[in-house]
């Protein structure tokens, strides 16, 4: 696993964070919502592969 992937996340969050409390502060609660919810999809998009190259190393080193 790449370093990069953990700052990339890392500053991912701090970024949602920070609009998601300007967005709560001035009244708009629906698109905080979205905002942490894109946040939480991009990083899901990011981590995806690892996961799979995950249960493919699993696969090889049980032989299934």
């Known amino acids: 696993m790449e370093v990069t992937i953990i700052f990339k996340i890392a500053a991912l969050g701090i970024l949602v ?5 300007i967005l709560k502060h001035s ?6 919502f ?4 894109a946040g ?3 990083v899901l998009f990011w981590i ?3 996961i ?3 249960f ?3 696969q090889k080193l049980f032989v299934l």
Do not use: F, K, N
Request: no cysteine; aromatic share 8%.
């Open 17 to 21: 964070s920070i609009l998601s409390q």
């Open 27 to 32: 009244g708009r609660d629906e698109q905080a």
């Open 34 to 37: 979205l905002v942490s919810l």
């Open 40 to 42: 939480l999809l991009i």
């Open 48 to 50: 995806v592969p690892y």
């Open 52 to 54: 799979y190259e995950l």
């Open 56 to 58: 493919v190393d699993i």
